[in-house]
């Protein structure tokens, strides 16, 4: 239910189970981190994580096969084994990542969207996490990034009530970054990120991470060719001074 294609310089994971809104089986777990891995390696400059249903971004984990978990423990440590080593493969990508929501975005599909470092939804997406109606929790990683997003007053909010939030709200209260209504949802975004530098993208990235967060990485970029080459090609404005090629 996870695919894997490119346009150009983006990778592209495609969830695409639309007759179940998009819930994940146990098993796609491993599909979805190899579909990272693959994207992680390539020469692509972002990865984007799209519904091929413009009516669910992800309904969350298949409540079907949740009932397996009530007798076997062994399989409900693999269930959340697998789901936290696609989220953090996910979070460790060396590129930018992003989720296009449309539609519900639920459980574990939240989940998926906020180890993403940017989420852009239509005005017709909802946000809701509900473990306490099913009497469960929620894994402590997912639980500590929703905090990260939101503070713990509204992960409180969203954990305890499982209320339903329109995407005006999640905007707001800043679970996504950008409301986008347009028939190519995040295509701005994405142009952007398509002229900017892979070296300063992967840098970037890697400061976000914790990784490179020296002075030595902002000076050494001045060094590279990328940066000479883009400076000479592009029109530049620098202390009031307009710079042509």
Known sequence: ???????????????????????????????????????????????????????????????????RLEENPQLRRS????????????RAVNKPTIAIIRGGCFGTGMSLAGACDIRVAHPNATFSITPARFGIAYPQGD???????????????????GSTLPASEAHRIGLVEELDDSDDVGAA????????SPAS????????LGRA???????????SRDFTDRIRSHKCVMDGQTVRR
Do not use: H
């Open 1 to 67: 239910m996870f695919t894997l294609d490119y346009d150009g310089l983006i990778a592209r994971i495609t969830i695409d189970r639309g007759s179940k809104r998009n819930a994940v089986p146990m098993k796609q777990w491993l599909c979805l981190e190899q579909r990272i891995a693959e994207a992680n390696r390539s020469d692509a400059q972002a990865v984007v994580i799209v519904s091929a249903d413009a009516k669910s971004f992800c309904a969350g984990s298949d409540l079907s096969e949740l009932v």
């Open 79 to 90: 269930f959340r084994g697998a789901m936290e080593s696609a989220f953090t493969k996910l």
């Open 143 to 161: 639980v500590d990034r929703l905090v990260s997003l939101i503070g713990a007053g509204q992960a409180a909010r969203l954990l305890f009530g």
């Open 189 to 196: 975004l994405i142009d952007g990120i398509r002229m900017s």
């Open 201 to 208: 993208l992967r840098t970037l990235k890697a400061m976000l």
């Open 213 to 223: 967060g020296t002075s030595a990485s902002f000076d050494e970029a001045f060094d």
